[in-house]
């Protein structure tokens, strides 16, 4: 059931569409991220359904309310929309208690004293600050002060949390838990999350359904395993997670790895879309390509080049012709050293134009 509605959405910046035609439902109380490059227009997409920025073209719908309309000449303003907010840099107010800076907002809204306080202590409880309640949130760590401005979000009963990289200045283990909070409240407030980030694991974590932008424009919506296992383009596979582009080549009718003249296996199938490319892509993650041996239907004849332990993993890179595949297998797993003959089995191969 949509609950938030973007619909053909637009903004230009002058010369730049920093957000272009997109359109998006989510639902109550789902978690949906953005995920893309740096200026792919995430931070300017939050600030629209927030009401600080006016769109070029388009509407912005909460439920059967319309936010913002430049046609038909409708916006409602940041303070009418009951939307709670966390942007990147923790914005709590110095001077002011850490209970000061929960109600504030609050009395703002010009609410009943009792209400006022009983929404704040909520919402401290809730985010685990009562006890630090009369401090001054400078007196408090990164994670603290985030907290705060959680807490902030929270009281004000919002519909919907906007949040735009709230844990990137915080230690990856701290991190690590709030992101669980996050999803914790989620859970007891009812509220949709709208959140933006950097970082692929805890987009993963936390949402039902990923947003994948690049340049302004929307490249796939689905669920985070559908986003990993079924990448909509090449753009998604090798923006989201780890991958190894290998150049293919047609040698004598026979698709070879550039640099090899040794066909691909049987168990290789190419499809036919490539035939008439001079130079194509075989894209694979690391995690999904097999050491095998030579009597393999699928094995590809390759030399170990380096072979890195990196704790849980082993990371080999091996080359085929003049290219390298990156290769991790688990650390009890049975591998080839450096420098010997190897053949791998690409269990999940994705075949990409060189420039689609
Ligand atoms: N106020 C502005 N004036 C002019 N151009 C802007 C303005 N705000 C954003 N842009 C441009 O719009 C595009 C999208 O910017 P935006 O901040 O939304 O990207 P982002 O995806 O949030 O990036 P990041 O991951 O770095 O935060 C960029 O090209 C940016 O330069
Ligand atoms: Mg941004």
Same mark, same amino acid.
Request: a neutral charge; one cysteine or more; charged letters at 25%.
């Given at each position: 059931?949509?609950?938030? #509605? ?5 903004? #230009? ?33 939050? #600030? ?15 439920? /059967? ?6 046609? @038909? ?5 940041? %303070? ?21 800076? $929960? ?5 703002? +809204? ?6 006022? %306080? ?12 009562? @006890? ?19 807490? +902030? ?18 230690? &990856? ?7 669980? %909070?996050? @999803? ?34 929307? *490249?796939?919506?689905?669920? &985070?395993? /559908? ?6 383009? @090449? ?26 003249? !040794? ?9 036919? +879309? ?10 694979? #993650? ?35 012709? /003049? *290219?390298?595949?990156?290769? *991790?297998?688990?650390? !009890? /797993? ?19 134009? $060189?420039?689609?």
């Amino acid at each position: 059931m949509s609950y938030i #509605r973007l619909v053909n959405v637009t903004k #230009r910046f002058g010369n730049v569409t920093a957000v272009d035609n997109l359109n998006l439902e989510i639902g109550k109380g789902e978690c949906f991220s953005m995920l893309g490059p740096s200026g792919c227009g995430k931070t300017t997409t939050l #600030r629209m359904v927030a009401g600080f920025e006016d769109l070029s073209d388009g509407e912005v719908w909460v439920g /059967d309310r319309l936010l913002s309309s430049p046609k @038909k000449h409708h916006y409602t303003p940041p %303070e009418n929309r009951n939307f709670g907010m966390v942007f990147q840099a923790f914005a709590v107010w110095p001077h002011m208690s850490v209970y000061e800076n $929960v109600a504030f907002p609050l009395r703002l +809204r010009k609410l009943p004293a009792a209400e006022i %306080e009983q929404r704040t202590k909520d919402a401290l409880t809730a985010t685990n600050l009562l @006890k630090s309640a009369n401090e001054s949130p400078a007196s408090l760590s990164g994670g603290g002060k985030q907290r705060v401005a959680l807490a +902030r979000a929270l009281a004000i009963n919002p519909d919907v949390m906007l949040l735009d990289e709230p844990l990137s200045s915080l230690d &990856p283990h701290l991190r690590e838990e709030m992101r669980f %909070e996050i @999803k914790d409240l989620q859970r007891k407030y009812g509220f949709s999350i709208i959140y933006v980030t950097h970082d692929q694991s805890e987009a993963m974590a936390l949402s039902d359904r990923i947003l994948v932008m690049k340049l302004g424009v929307m *490249q796939q919506i689905d669920s &985070p395993l /559908d986003v990993y296992n079924n990448p909509a383009n @090449k753009f998604v596979f090798s923006f989201i997670g780890v991958s190894s582009f290998t150049d293919v080549v047609w040698q004598s009718g026979a698709a070879c790895i550039k640099g090899d003249n !040794r066909p691909l296996p049987q168990g290789l199938v190419v499809p036919a +879309r490539m035939q008439g490319e001079a130079v194509f892509n075989l894209a694979s #993650r690391p995690t999904e390509i097999r050491f095998t041996n030579e009597n393999d239907i699928n094995a590809v004849r390759g030399v170990v080049m380096r072979k890195a332990f990196l704790g849980e993993i082993i990371d080999y890179l091996v080359k085929i012709g /003049d *290219q390298e595949v990156r290769v *991790q297998i688990g650390r !009890r /797993d049975p591998g080839p050293e450096t420098g010997e003959v190897c053949y791998l089995h690409f269990l999940r191969p994705f075949w990409y134009k $060189v420039d689609e």
